[in-house]
């Protein structure tokens, strides 16, 4: 099965600042690359899909870049309410695995 | 608006089955639809998918062979039927309606299963 890896594990960053957080698959999987935004007790909400598109109504300093094996979420301009974990997923095939999360917060 | 509201959680022994219900509102049915869950303190794990008309299922190793997932597109419902359950499966499981294939655009609350003896 492909494994997906995120990095960093955890992130602390300041109002303002510019965010990048990178997913690695260990197969080449197109453009199938989806990212989520957790927040605790809320249910997952969907930020980008097909690696660079962005979902309705999330707002546009959220992007997502790469093909293939190498993609990246960032946040051009942190908010507060940005605080959560993100993850990718990919889903060219079943299994639809997950990376392992990135936490982000406010320094 | 799309509402999926999940229930039948609860505590349960090892061993034991459970069966979890999602109900789909304000949104068409007529898609794949999966069930993903949260271990606490772990990441997204993703379970199982089914096909729009239910022909075709798929499921993560760690629950193959325990774990079912079926739809009742009469009531708007998605179902998961859980056997011989381990600590291991202790977690928020949340359904979750497919945009493309295995992305997921609109998800439930979630509810918690806790397998404990």
């Known amino acids: 099965d492909i494994q997906m890896t995120q990095s960093p594990s955890s992130l602390s960053a300041s109002v303002g600042d510019r965010v990048t957080i990178t997913c690695r698959a260990s197969?080449?999987?197109?453009?199938?690359l989806a990212w989520y935004q957790h927040k605790p007790g809320n249910a997952p909400k969907l930020l980008i899909h097909?690696?660079?598109t962005l979902q309705s109504g999330v707002p546009s300093r959220f992007s997502g870049s790469g093909s293939g094996t190498d993609f990246t979420l960032t946040i051009s301009s942190l908010q507060p309410e940005d605080v959560a974990t993100y993850y990718c997923q990919k889903y060219n095939s079943v299994p639809y695995t997950f990376g392992q999360g990135t936490k982000l917060e406010i320094k | 608006q799309a509402q999926l509201v999940e229930s039948g959680g609860g505590v349960v022994q090892p061993g034991r089955s459970l069966r979890l219900s999602c109900v789909v509102s304000?949104?068409?049915?007529?898609?794949?639809m999966h069930w993903v869950r949260q271990a606490p303190g772990k990441g997204l794990e993703w379970v199982a998918v089914i096909s729009y008309d239910g022909s075709s299922q798929s499921y993560a190793d760690s629950v193959r062979g325990r774990f079912t997932i079926s739809r009742d597109d009469s009531k708007n419902t998605l179902f998961l039927q859980m056997n011989n359950l381990r600590e291991e499966d202790t977690a928020v499981y949340y359904c979750?309606?497919?945009?493309?294939?295995?992305?997921?655009?609109?998800w439930g609350q979630g509810t918690l299963v806790t397998v404990s003896s």
């Open positions: 304000g949104i068409s049915f007529n898609y794949g």
């Open positions: 097909t690696a660079s």
């Open positions: 979750a309606k497919r945009l493309h294939s295995g992305d997921l655009d609109y």
């Open positions: 197969q080449g999987i197109s453009n199938s």
